[in-house]
């Protein structure tokens, strides 16, 4: 799993504002998913992860390199002055529900239930009213 793998297979989108980049992000990663090679990457992770320093450097390359990549569309929202979330709470709110609903074959993921993921992901991003 190298840098070529990642950025090109699901890039990380720059529209100009956070909320169309994180709905196109996360519509990538279910397309990516839901398709024939699906679970692929995270599988390999996994495997990775089990085939000692080797394979534990390779996987750790990999989810910087994502993590770094996450941040960039992050950091460009802030400098907008948008109120982005925690580069975490996109793999708690997003990305874990649709890998999640692969693994356990609990439906399709349609343009509506990413469009949810993100609209909650963004309400708990911004700053509550007193």
């Known amino acids: 799993m190298d840098r070529i793998v990642v950025t090109t297979n699901s890039p990380i989108p720059d529209t100009g504002g956070l909320d169309s980049d994180l709905r196109g992000y996360a519509a990538g990663v279910a397309r990516d998913i839901s398709g ?10 996994m495997a990775l992860s089990q085939s000692g320093a080797i394979g534990a450097d390779a996987r750790d390359r990999f989810i910087d390199e994502r993590r770094r990549q996450i941040q960039q569309m992050l950091d460009r929202a802030a400098t907008r002055g948008e109120n982005p979330p925690a580069a975490l709470d996109i793999l708690d709110h997003l990305l874990a529900p649709l890998y ?19 609209d909650r992901l963004l309400a708990t991003s911004r700053p509550k009213s007193v």
Do not use: Q
């Open 100 to 118: 999640i609903r692969i693994l356990f074959g609990m439906g399709p993921l349609t343009p509506g239930y990413i469009d949810s993921l993100v």
């Open 36 to 45: 024939p090679d699906g679970l692929a990457v995270p599988r390999l992770a």
